[in-house]
């Protein structure tokens, strides 16, 4: 394992920093010991919610196991138009490295191996080994962690940048506290890039507004049992509302806070998009009625 990734991870448990030893690593304050395979560390906590972790062991098994059906051609398109726009973002923002980056439930995004080229720090932290393996494997990505998000096993104020792509809906329920403690991975004026589900996207803000969860939630699924999805999602997600998180990350002191057009959108049909293109030469849609939000915030 790489010296300086070692120097940035802490215990899950008690957050003191840990020493390598042959059988892997050692908390220097609890002395809980964790493993390393792969060159990766793993840095689950005992008391990880088995629930989520299960549920994120099947969704990634689904989304490997995707098939490239031509139906679904356009909607892919659209996903990785998405991903290329914020990708985007975080370039026309981040300065000269060499700089820290962390991607938080990077899943398989091997933007990482771009900024490792040009000579940042990034590392990549994810809740299924497998993810980060295949990352490690298949593109190179040289600082893959294996951990939480309820305990990220990372040193507060060490990051020049914070990334989260799609994540924050899976821990929906606790949005200050996650969002809490991305700002505390950051350095003082790092900057946080924030995608996730918007619950104003044009498309789901009447279900998100006036549909109780339970039967919001009864309707998704049975709509993905009909349509045999293969990106199913998980019953404790939920699509989070742009000014509701907008407003809490300047209630955790992020200053500069903007909100950046998008003009994927993915998930809806072809019919549908064209109903979202004659509206987004608005650039207001574009921002805050996109199926995804896409925010950058400074650390004060
Ligand atoms: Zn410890």
Redesign the pocket.
Known sequence: MRPDLLELLV?P??H?ALTQDPQGLQ?T????PYEVKQDIPVLIPDDVNTEHFDEEQNLAQMMKSREQLPEEQFNLNQWSLSKREFWAMVRSIATEPPKRFVNIGCGFDPSCTEFERLGHTFVNLDLVFDMLANLRRDCGATSCVNGDVNSIPLKTGAFDYVVSIDLIHHECERLPELLGSFRDLLKPKGTLFLEDPNAWGLFQMTKSIFMPRFAYRSLRSAYHTFKRSTHRPADYEFPTNVWRVMAILRELGFENIKCYPHTAYPTVSERSYRIYRSLSGSEFIRKYHNYHYMLSAVRA
């Open positions: 215990c448990k008690c003191a908390c304050g609890c002395a809980a």
